[in-house]
């Protein structure tokens, strides 16, 4: 296809797409002139994967650049190539001075080792988590992370997990696991506001 029906079909302004290709987001389509190039549907798939790191995950280009080049590279496992787009997602939280934060980064290894999971020793999520509880310490709330320990267990076991296409195209399973994470996420997190909505009625109403 020309790019004009690339464009028309993934919804990406041509001028967009071109960008794309500049930034190296997008591979290039088969050149059948000086001027003019063909596209296929691997470059749909490419654009949709590209629209939803940028738009739902509000990565920067360049760790979007970092996920490509993962996706590209056929040497590197589903799983690495995955947990390439899944530490992308996080937020990058650098640990603090002081034994608040070393007693806090125990408490998550030592849950991480009585609950079996296999997570990197230098995953981002580690410290992400370490910094929750320090500031729910601060702030004298209780912690108690099983109840959500299981909840999170059983949604991504039993329901996210079977979301993506592990034996299509590399990038299509990267673009469902960005948008499972996301929006699944998000809509958790309604889910449980109108929950607390609903039994602060029930008790107090």
């Known amino acids: 296809m020309r790019i004009s029906e690339l464009s028309s079909r993934s919804g990406v302004a041509i001028p967009t797409i071109k960008y794309y290709l500049r930034e190296g987001l997008l591979h290039q389509g088969a050149q059948t002139a000086a001027t003019r190039a063909e596209y296929d549907d691997s470059h749909l798939r490419r654009l949709r994967l590209v629209r939803a790191l940028l738009e739902v995950g509000k990565l920067p280009v360049a760790s979007i650049k970092t996920i490509i080049e993962a996706v590209d590279d056929e040497s590197l496992p589903i799983h690495e190539m995955l ?26 290894d030592a849950l991480i080792d009585e609950l079996g999971w296999r997570i990197h ?6 410290d992400e988590l370490a910094q929750t509880l320090v500031r729910m310490r ?34 299509a399973a990267v673009e469902a696991l960005v948008l499972g994470s996301v929006l699944y996420g998000k809509a958790f997190d309604a889910l449980r506001r109108m929950a607390q909505e609903s039994e602060s009625a029930r008790r107090l109403t």
């Open 83 to 108: 947990g390439t787009a899944h530490y992308a997602l996080g937020p990058t939280v650098e640990p603090e001075p002081g034994e608040e934060w070393r007693t806090a980064r125990a408490d998550v």
């Open 121 to 126: 020793p230098q995953a981002p999520t580690r």
């Open 138 to 171: 601060q702030l004298g709330l209780r912690v108690d992370l099983r109840p959500y320990v299981e909840a999170a267990r059983r949604l991504v076991a039993e329901v996210e997990m079977d979301t993506i296409p592990f034996d299509g195209p590399r990038d």
